[in-house]
């Protein structure tokens, strides 16, 4: 349990604990009424589960006939069942980490390439979005230590693409494990924490070079070249998402760093993290350039942060201008059946309401009303 400091002292072995992870709360020692009522509840939630498995085959559309993607985000292969059984449209972020965690050696392009293609083939032809090494701040790689600097911030230090274009032998090998792999079935090559275009410039060359190098070893690649993306999660790079736009083929805006850097709160910190709402104005402007800057570039715009995953943004986000999120598949049923009673252009219009207004809660309270009677 996180942003529970001392919880356990006062808690003994074998006791009775209700963790109710929807409204932040730990009971210990529930009364028989509190432990029937969350009996009550879990047989509820399951109840709701099944009705959304009923949801898989039908299409993710509004009620006026908008189609929207519904994607997943990967962090592992064994996730994939959970994927083919949420009926995804694909995985909008497979997250590479999993490649080079808990291990002290880097993994060659051989093994890059193996694991990269039993998730495509698994995909059987819908896409997958591989996100290139994103590493530094709080997930750390033993066998890159020697590389990364312990700076006073790492979450401004060298991580993530920056990382990447430091050491060119690893992203080199990454592209063509992703290339290689993209043989196989529709690939994307997102990348993560872009700052400026001439870092997507600098990959965009650097995998042509790859492409070329592995064309004449007569290994057969993604042809033609995978869709190159950029994060949109720092304030920077949503306010010069038009200049990204000219050089990138999509954006994916990751609204979980995209609050924290923009509100400048780490969220795993319990003595800010209530500060940490991706409702902020600040937030909701940021997203808003990125979108309507991919659509007038006429690139793809997907949203892959939490709030992708809940409910109560979905119409928000739709409103927007967005058409394709990606979440954890455990969400998609349920954002699927949000979508299936919004109308866009109602959507949009109290989309246009939120985005005037300067106060969180005013923000929280429109948009609450919305999806109570939408």
């Known amino acids: 349990m996180l942003g529970t400091p001392g919880l356990l002292k006062g808690v003994a ?23 029937d009522e969350y009996t009550n509840l879990r047989e509820s939630l399951h109840r709701a589960q099944r009705q959304l498995v009923r949801l898989r085959r039908l299409p993710a559309v509004t009620r ?40 002290e050696d880097l ?59 430091k050491l060119p032998k690893l992203l080199e090998t990454q592209l063509a494990a992703i290339l290689r792999a993209g043989a ?42 995978p869709p190159l993306g950029a994060m949109i999660e720092t304030p920077g790079a949503a306010l010069s998402a038009d200049a990204l736009a000219v050089v990138s083929d999509f954006f994916a805006i990751g609204t979980n760093d995209l609050t924290m850097y923009a509100l400048a709160i780490d969220r795993g910190d319990e003595q800010v993290a209530h500060l940490y709402n991706p409702l902020h104005p600040a937030v909701l402007r940021l997203i808003q350039f990125s979108i309507e800057a991919g659509l007038r570039a006429g690139i793809g715009v997907s949203i892959c942060g939490e709030v992708a995953g809940d409910a109560r943004f979905t119409p928000l986000l739709l409103g927007l201008g967005a058409r394709d999120l990606s ?14 009673a919004i109308d866009i252009t109602e959507a949009a219009r109290r989309a246009r309401v939120i985005m005037e207004q300067s106060d969180a809660g005013r923000i929280a309270t429109l948009l609450d009303d919305f999806n109570a009677f939408a």
């Open 13 to 35: 072995t074998g006791a009775m604990v209700v963790v109710d992870g929807r409204r932040g709360r730990v009971i210990i020692n529930p009364s028989a009424a509190t432990l």
């Open 64 to 103: 006026d006939g908008v189609q929207i993607s519904l994607n997943a985000n990967v962090e592992l292969p064994r996730e994939l069942d959970l994927v083919r059984q949420a009926g995804a449209a694909g995985i909008g972020l497979l997250r590479s980490e999993f490649l080079f965690m808990n291990r």
């Open 107 to 165: 993994p060659d392009e051989d093994e890059q390439y193996m694991a990269l293609r039993e998730v495509v083939e698994a995909m059987d032809g819908r896409p997958v979005t591989i996100r290139t090494l994103d590493v530094g701040c709080d997930k750390l790689a033993y066998s890159l230590e020697g590389h990364m600097s312990t700076g006073a911030n790492p979450a401004l230090g060298l991580r993530a693409i920056r990382l990447s274009l």
């Open 184 to 225: 196989h079935g529709p690939v994307r090559v997102l990348l993560p924490m872009i700052s400026t275009p001439s870092e997507v410039r600098q990959v965009r060359e650097m995998m042509g070079s790859v492409a070329r190098r592995l064309k004449r070893r007569h290994v057969k690649i993604a042809d033609p070249l």
């Open 327 to 340: 979440m954890a598949s455990a969400n998609i049923g349920r954002i699927k059946q949000r979508i299936r």
